[in-house]
């Protein structure tokens, strides 16, 4: 039974661990080498750690496995609290998997006089599994009682919490069942006292039986109260003859020698209902469980999250082959823990704070883009928020600073929206130029990506002359029922007197040959339509959508008009109409 659970689990696990790593190579998120084929990433990738281990680079990537990997460097920075509960659970962890899981792989190979009942592996068992539990502990400590700010727990996160806190819980209660249960010794006294394993008639059994029930905490039928000193010394001499070498007092398990104490009065109940071997089939099963579902779970950032900080460690985006990009990415979404540190930094914050819109925080867009990247179909809600999360991202680059798995979250994002522009699902939410960072990445953008989102926010904001005049109630800017509340900028358009100084210092101006034609309205001739009630030409005008907000317009302005926040203001204005209005609209793009 426990070799068909065991090669089970091992199976699924291997199976899982081989399609996890195949989806590196086979799903895409971004616009960098999307059209390389699997083959190919796959030969860019070994490519890769080829030159990385022929190359200076090594080095580097060795100080990223010390300090990043090892001893987590990133966390500690952050979080010291944070940086205790991984290093507790991950070393508590692997040295229990190594020592005591692969005991007879590992330890065993390493020490000849290995048993695990013989210290000091004994007492390590104990000491690795608190680790683990201390780690859980801080784990359910932040999350539920200090509750930090922006720190969201789902399903994936409860299970990890779960499993961690299953496998050694099970394995703690096992051993102190283990303790204290009379046939566990029975069997014990058979195969390495050569006793006969019953109580009558055997002097030797009784003597050592009273010796463990006097000192390992056994619970026995037969042993009652005090017992003659005689009786004890024999049972030690047989101890140390027959079981010392293997087998270390039990109370060196000192977790599991405590659980024993407690459970003392019910023991033998609970030793005749077979609760030792139910408990070790829950223990065995809590690992093969965890073990088989780790590729699928968030557990999986285990493996993940030490290749993300190797290879963003050595890479250079700008450099690396456009496949290991995409790889790269798409390994990352699988290196996410979801532990928010990023959202905690986002300086986009207060534009959560105001819309509640949780794609606006970067933890929460990395899980609803892991669903985009397997393929699953958004729906129109989630696709609206997303889109929204990902164009309100100021490219501060605090969360690919601060994130303890190496993300470099500011180039996914910038990835992440391009293919949605590719895709064709943008609308009046991503309004092109609105990004200034996605101006200032213009050369990452391929081919006549870059200009669509303009033309297609033009085409669905632009409002037909004819239909405005023909509502009901006559649209003004600032909006009239408004006035009471209007920034201090909302009127400034009527300082301007033309000097032209904002379209002389302007970049987008600049950038064109014949920027009247391209442009339609210039930035001083928008202050112009303004100050004469022209609102409709002023919105539509292609100015608008390609602004930057370099500010540079309102900084030279000698009149001090807020030329920059008032194109906010009309962008703004057209989405309002947009949205209030529910009659055809002629599209300046048709």
């Given at each position: 039974?426990?070799?068909?659970l065991l090669?089970?689990?091992?199976?699924?696990?291997c199976?899982?661990?081989?399609y996890?790593?195949?989806t590196w190579?086979?799903r895409?998120?971004g616009?960098?080498?999307?059209?390389c084929s699997p083959?190919?990433r796959?030969?860019a990738f070994?490519?890769?750690?080829l030159g990385?281990?022929l190359s200076k680079k090594?080095?580097i990537?060795?100080?990223g496995?010390?300090?990043?990997?090892?001893?987590?460097?990133?966390?500690y920075?952050?979080?010291?609290l944070?940086?205790?509960m991984?290093?507790?659970?991950?070393?508590g962890f692997m040295l229990?998997?190594?020592?005591?899981?692969l005991?007879?792989?590992?330890?065993?190979?390493?020490?000849?006089n290995?048993y695990p009942t013989?210290?000091p592996f004994?007492?390590?068992?104990s000491?690795?599994?608190l680790?683990?539990?201390a780690?859980?502990?801080?784990?359910?400590?932040?999350r539920f009682?200090l509750k930090v700010p922006?720190?969201k727990?789902?399903g994936?996160d409860?299970?990890?919490i779960?499993?961690?806190?299953?496998?050694i819980?099970?394995g703690i209660l096992?051993?102190?069942?283990k303790?204290?249960?009379?046939s566990?010794?029975?069997?014990m006294?058979v195969d390495?006292?050569?006793?006969?394993?019953?109580?009558?008639?055997?002097?030797d059994?009784?003597a050592?039986e009273?010796?463990?029930?006097?000192n390992f905490g056994?619970v026995?039928?037969?042993?009652?109260?005090?017992?003659?000193?005689a009786?004890?010394?024999?049972?030690?001499?047989?101890n140390?003859m027959s079981c010392a070498?293997c087998?270390a007092?039990?109370k060196?398990?000192?977790?599991?020698?405590g659980v024993?104490?407690v459970?003392?009065?019910?023991a033998?109940?609970l030793?005749?209902a077979?609760?030792?071997n139910f408990?070790?089939?829950?223990?065995?099963l809590?690992?093969?469980i965890?073990?088989?579902?780790?590729?699928f779970s968030?557990?999986?950032?285990v493996?993940a999250?030490?290749?993300s900080?190797?290879?963003?460690?050595v890479?250079d985006?700008?450099?690396?082959h456009?496949a290991n990009?995409?790889?790269?990415?798409?390994?990352?979404?699988d290196?996410?823990?979801?532990?928010?540190?990023c959202?905690?930094r986002c300086?986009?914050?207060m534009?959560?704070e105001?819309?509640?819109?949780?794609?606006?925080?970067?933890?929460?867009k990395?899980?609803?883009l892991k669903r985009?990247?397997a393929?699953?179909t958004?729906?129109?809600k989630?696709?609206?928020?997303?889109?929204?999360g990902i164009?309100?991202?100021?490219?501060c680059?605090r969360?690919?600073?601060?994130?303890p798995s190496g993300i470099n979250?500011?180039e996914?994002?910038?990835?992440?929206?391009e293919?949605l522009i590719q895709?064709?699902r943008t609308?009046?939410?991503?309004l092109?130029?609105?990004?200034?960072a996605?101006?200032l990445?213009?050369?990452?953008?391929?081919g006549?990506?870059?200009p669509k989102p303009?033309?297609?926010?033009r085409?669905s904001?632009?409002?037909?002359?004819d239909?405005?005049?023909?509502?009901?109630?006559?649209l003004?800017?600032p909006?009239a029922?408004?006035e009471g509340?209007q920034p201090?900028?909302?009127?400034?358009?009527?300082y301007?007197?033309?000097?032209?100084?904002?379209t002389t210092?302007c970049?987008?101006?600049?950038?064109y040959?014949?920027?009247q034609?391209a442009?339609?309205?210039?930035?001083?001739?928008?202050?112009w339509?303004?100050g004469?009630?022209?609102?409709?030409a002023?919105?539509?005008?292609?100015m608008?959508?390609?602004?930057?907000?370099?500010y540079?317009?309102?900084?030279?302005?000698?009149q001090?008009v807020?030329v920059t926040?008032l194109?906010?203001?009309l962008?703004?204005?057209a989405l309002?109409?947009?949205?209030k209005?529910?009659k055809p609209?002629?599209?300046?793009?048709a």
């Open positions: 039974m426990f070799d068909l090669y089970s689990s091992l199976s699924v696990f199976v899982g661990l081989v996890k790593v195949s190579f086979t895409s998120i616009i960098r080498g999307q059209n083959l190919q796959v030969g070994l490519n890769g750690i990385v281990l090594i080095f990537l060795a100080k496995l010390l300090l990043d990997v090892l001893l987590q460097r990133r966390i920075r952050e979080d010291f944070r940086w205790l991984h290093m507790l659970i991950f070393c229990l998997l190594f020592m005591h899981a005991g007879q792989i590992v330890t065993a190979r390493l020490f000849s290995y013989a210290n004994l007492f390590l068992r000491l690795f599994g680790m683990v539990l780690g859980a502990g801080i784990a359910v400590f932040r009682v922006r720190l727990t789902d994936p409860r299970y990890a779960f499993i961690v806190a299953a496998v819980l099970s096992f051993e102190g069942l303790i204290t249960s009379y566990e010794f029975n069997h006294a390495y006292g050569d006793l006969s394993g019953k109580w009558a008639g055997d002097k059994q009784q050592l009273s010796y463990w029930v006097k056994l026995s039928p037969h042993v009652k109260g005090p017992v003659d000193q009786v004890l010394a024999k049972g030690q001499e047989i140390e070498d087998h007092s039990p060196w398990a000192f977790a599991g020698y024993s104490r459970i003392a009065p019910f033998l109940r030793n005749r077979g609760a030792v408990l070790w089939y829950i223990h065995i809590f690992c093969f965890g073990l088989a579902y780790l590729p968030k557990m999986f950032h493996l999250t030490p290749v900080l190797l290879a963003n460690a890479m985006s700008e450099t690396a456009p990009v995409m790889t790269r990415q798409v390994m990352e979404l290196a996410c823990t979801h532990c928010g540190t959202s905690l300086s986009a914050l534009a959560f105001a819309i509640g819109n949780e794609y606006i925080l970067p933890s929460e990395m899980t609803v985009m990247a393929g699953n958004l729906s129109r989630e696709l609206r928020a997303l889109l929204e164009y309100l991202c100021t490219n680059d969360c690919t600073v601060t994130c979250l500011r996914l994002w910038f990835n992440a929206r293919r895709e064709h609308g009046p939410m991503i092109s130029q609105l990004s200034f996605r101006g990445g213009r050369e990452q953008v391929f006549k990506s870059y303009l033309e297609e926010a085409g904001l632009s409002v037909n002359f239909v405005l005049m023909n509502q009901e109630k006559p003004s800017f909006p029922e408004a509340n201090i900028h909302a009127n400034t358009y009527s301007c007197f033309g000097c032209q100084n904002c210092v970049p987008v101006v600049e950038n040959e014949d920027p034609e442009l339609e309205l210039l930035p001083h001739q928008i202050m339509c303004l004469s009630g022209l609102i409709e002023a919105s539509s005008s292609a608008v959508w390609n602004c930057l907000t370099c540079q317009c309102q900084e030279h302005c000698p001090k807020k926040d194109l906010y203001e962008k703004n204005w309002k109409n947009l949205e209005s529910d609209r002629v599209s300046r793009a």
